[in-house]
């Protein structure tokens, strides 16, 4: 499992502060002064990770053993490219032989072994552009797509639900039998009908919640492991059944 980082130097121990003059809100003085005290950023900066989000699929893969060499990986909603950075490791993704393709609405730099859509997810043409450029179907569909906050919490709410709701769709009609599905969604959050869908497809389903994911966040992951496979794929996963964890 993932150690929370210790933090590294004398100078890490001291916490930053940001002085009130600087005219910025108070909301937004607070978010800075937790994001430099952050010691998941200072360990994504010493390591070269796109982002402190990297922190959260490294600790959950570590757990449950989803990015196995080889594996084909979709990751939705990819930018700034943390999730691409541990997929392509883990999977052993290279510019010649991708295996991990993302898709985000927002431009990012290149992560080398990934191919990376610039597009909507939601667009109707997302999913076969997707297929189209992995070249077969995925054994992993990740999402960690969020809906831009708007600060009324309700509708952040649905539309982050949204989006896990039709990655779920996505990752139900494309899987390989026997793969998995990892999404972002929130506490309290998954509706019932999306799990029971979720508990009947795959062998098992968790929530989980990183340490590496704020604690005062509502942020939770919902991981379906184990795709039982479409009535029509003559592969169906042949699995002995895993006990499923209720919420
Ligand atoms: C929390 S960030 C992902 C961080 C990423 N996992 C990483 O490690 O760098 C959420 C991303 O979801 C993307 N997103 C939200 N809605 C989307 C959509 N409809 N289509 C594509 N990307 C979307 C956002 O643009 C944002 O970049």
Same mark, same amino acid.
């Given at each position: 499992m993932t150690k929370k980082p210790a933090s590294k130097g004398g100078a890490r121990a001291l916490k930053t502060r940001v002085k009130k003059k600087r005219g910025l809100k108070n909301s937004s003085r607070r978010w800075l002064e937790r994001h430099l005290n952050d010691p998941y950023v200072h360990r994504a900066q010493a390591e070269g990770m796109r982002s402190r989000a990297a922190y959260k699929l490294t600790e959950i893969d570590d757990r449950y053993k989803l990015l196995k060499p080889g594996a084909r990986v979709i990751d939705l909603g990819a930018a700034p490219g943390g999730w691409c950075q541990v997929a392509v490791e883990r999977v052993g993704s290279t510019e010649e032989a991708p295996l991990v393709v993302g898709i985000d609405y927002l431009g990012m730099d290149p992560v080398p072994g990934a191919v990376v859509l610039e597009? =909507?997810?939601? =667009? =109707?043409d997302a999913p076969d552009r997707l297929m189209e450029t992995l070249g077969d179907a995925p054994d992993v569909v990740l999402s960690d797509m969020a809906a831009p906050t708007t600060g009324h919490r309700r509708t952040d709410h649905i539309r982050t639900m949204h989006l896990c709701e039709t990655a779920a769709d996505f990752a139900m009609s494309v899987l390989k039998p026997g793969g998995h599905f990892l999404a972002k969604t929130f506490q309290g959050g998954a509706e019932n009908s999306l799990l029971e869908q979720l508990k009947k497809n795959f062998r098992s389903v968790h929530h989980v919640k990183p340490?590496? @994911?704020?604690?005062? @966040?509502v942020e939770l992951y919902l991981l379906a492991k184990d795709f039982k496979g479409r009535p029509d794929d003559d592969d169906v996963a042949d699995h002995p059944d895993e006990e499923t964890v209720p919420r």
């Open positions: 597009m =909507d997810f939601l =667009d =109707d340490q590496a @994911s704020r604690a005062e @966040s």
